[in-house]
């Protein structure tokens, strides 16, 4: 186990700097292409050339390789990365440090992410459980429907009926009815509070959740169905064994492998939907602190970010391979 961990840490760390080095690509293109990002600093106003030189410097962006289309600005690449090992993750255009931005910001993401987990882990293995179990039944066509009709909502197109139609009058309603304060009124506000983080978070992560455990619940059915035919399980069964035990320690835990590998792509697609959901539903989150980023071509903000990011989304993907020898004594890496 202990080789195979340095070997699985070794591999994420040259995961994580392939992406860092693509991530630079592309910011670096992107400089190139649309123009210098410092202008953004300065708004609507027309700096001079010795203004322009001491933002450009201040930001990282004096290198003339971000003058130069195709140049894939090495120097400064090399220079992020050592400024990355001491800690120094840059600044906003305020001048804000970025790591200070994260220290604020991440609380609020972890909330919306321990609702969303527990919604898909919940509403997957359920579900899915119950359609494996009522295999060409009722239940099992109406949960497939069920998948399928949220798999065709996008998680903006949900967010956007939820924000515009949903909240306003429900909220209103809540609000009259219970009071501005009240749990119910707070529950369908139509963005996130400060002064009531967890209470404005949790339908925006329900929504999220939801959507992250349509295709979840068809991959543990489809996990499950494998498992009910199986030696071990008619065995189980021969002895006399009843239908809830036969299910809980023969069947979900046997079907556990393939599930908790698609725990890392889901928990990566989250991530991706909690960018959109905390910039629509002004969540100040890594999501939301990445949206507004991106919208005021804060570079520094963009880039320390999404390695932030991807580092969470490595340690996950190998928690995820250390889980399979413990969910199946089998397994050995050694």
């Known amino acids: 186990m202990g080789s195979y961990l340095i070997r699985r840490v070794l591999q994420g760390v040259g995961s994580l700097l392939g992406v860092m080095l693509l991530l630079h690509l592309l910011m670096t293109l992107a400089i190139q292409l649309n123009g210098n990002p410092a202008l953004a600093f300065f708004g609507e106003r027309v700096p001079s050339k010795s203004q322009l030189a001491a933002v450009e410097e201040r930001f990282g962006l004096a290198d003339p390789c971000y003058d130069q289309p195709g140049n894939p600005c090495v120097g400064p690449f090399v220079k992020r990365m050592g400024d990355y090992l001491t800690g120094d993750f840059g600044t906003n255009h305020r001048g804000r440090e970025v790591a200070d931005i994260v220290a604020t910001a991440a609380p609020n993401t972890l909330r919306l992410f321990v609702i969303v987990t527990i919604t898909w882990m919940i509403a997957g293995m359920l579900l899915g459980s119950v359609a494996a179990r009522f295999r060409g039944r009722a239940p099992d066509h109406s949960i497939r429907f069920l998948s399928i009709l949220i798999d065709a909502f996008p998680v903006f197109v949900m967010l956007l009926v939820y924000k515009f139609i949903v909240t306003v009058p429900v909220s209103n309603w809540m609000s009259d009815r ?157």
Not at 221 to 229: C, K, P
Not at 285 to 310: C, Q
Request: no cysteine; proline share 5%; aromatic share 8%.
């Open 178 to 334: 219970f009071g501005d304060d009240s749990l119910p009124a707070l529950l369908f506000k139509p963005s996130f509070s400060p002064e009531h983080p967890w209470a404005t978070v949790i339908i925006p992560g329900l929504l999220l959740g939801l959507a992250g455990a349509a295709p979840f619940l068809r991959l543990v059915r489809a996990s499950q169905l494998e498992n009910y035919n199986a030696d071990h399980v008619r065995t189980a069964r021969a002895k006399g064994l009843g239908d809830t035990h036969v299910a809980a320690y023969h069947i979900v835990r046997n079907s556990a492998i393939p599930v908790i590998t698609a725990v890392g792509f889901v928990f990566a697609e989250a991530l991706a939907g909690a960018v959109i959901t905390e910039g629509m539903m002004n969540i100040y989150g890594m999501g939301g602190v990445l949206w507004d980023a991106v919208r005021g071509s804060e570079v520094s903000v963009v880039i320390g970010v999404v390695t932030i990011l991807a580092v969470i989304t490595i340690a996950v993907m190998l928690l995820v391979d250390l889980l399979y020898a413990v969910l199946d004594p089998r397994i050995r890496y050694d």
